[in-house]
């Protein structure tokens, strides 16, 4: 390979993951349609951290949702790898969303007669594979999140980080491609927040997993590759880190 195509090769950025087309997304209530997302596009490469800030009720958490395959768009297109997520069956979309897609909420979503160790297992149990299987995958995610001592501890004993953390390494467990993570640190204090950010930072570095992030915080948000600023249902303004 000449000096050139060397440098051009390097140069190249990573492949796109995923696309967001003129994404709209209504609901029809009392005779009124409401538009929370008004046309959206957006593009997203394989290992970027990306955050999505902006006021209350301006369309983060349903682009979320409907990037992460949860809701189909009103109108527009998802596309992961060049495959539209609209050309998939409703059983074929749950199975993609299970081996392909992590999600973290800020309300954890654990469930509480689990323990920390099964709740992490369940996505792996509801694609069908084996405990046996995945149980090394599991002990080590719970040990990298700092929680390898407390894996029989159940949600109720555990605390509002360190419930978080079982919540992230349940989403990683599939070794999904992307991870989609709606406030994750929206209840947390501000230590155990920034401590819960800086984990998905590291994470992002170990795995170059894709992290989407809606975050309250512009200030852990501006540490993210690229920071999209949302407004009536629109991307405003892109912002890319210092």
């Known amino acids: 390979m000449s000096e050139q195509s060397a440098e051009t090769a390097a140069a190249a950025p990573p492949p796109l993951l995923l696309r967001a087309q003129g994404v709209h997304k209504w609901f029809d209530l009392d005779n009124r349609r409401i538009e ?22 301006s369309g983060k958490s349903t682009l979320l949702h409907v990037l992460g395959a949860l809701d189909r768009p009103s109108v527009g297109s998802v596309v992961y790898h060049g495959r539209p997520l609209e050309d998939l069956a409703d059983a074929e979309l749950a199975a993609f969303r299970n081996r392909s897609i992590g999600f ?36 080590f995610l719970l040990d990298r999140v700092g929680l390898g ?11 509002g980080g360190e419930q978080q953390r079982v919540a992230l390494a349940r989403a990683l467990v599939m070794q999904p491609e992307v991870v989609l993570a709606d406030e994750p640190t929206g209840n947390l204090d501000g230590r155990t927040a920034e401590e819960v950010h800086a984990l998905m930072e590291e994470l992002n570095a170990e795995t170059a997993t894709t992290f989407v992030i809606v975050s309250h ?5 501006a540490r993210m590759g690229r920071t999209l600023v949302m407004v009536d249902g629109l991307i405003s303004d892109v912002l890319e880190a210092a």
């Open 104 to 139: 973290v909420f800020q309300f954890h979503h654990l469930l509480p007669e689990l323990t920390a160790f099964e709740n992490v297992l369940m996505p792996a149990l509801i694609a069908r594979q084996s405990r046996d299987e995945v149980h090394d995958r599991v002990a």
């Open 149 to 159: 001592h407390r894996v029989r501890h159940h949600p109720g004993e555990l605390s």
């Open 217 to 221: 915080n512009r200030e852990l948000a």
């Open 36 to 57: 929370v997302l008004r046309g959206v596009d957006l593009e997203v490469r394989a290992g970027e951290m990306v955050a999505v800030v902006g006021r209350s009720g």
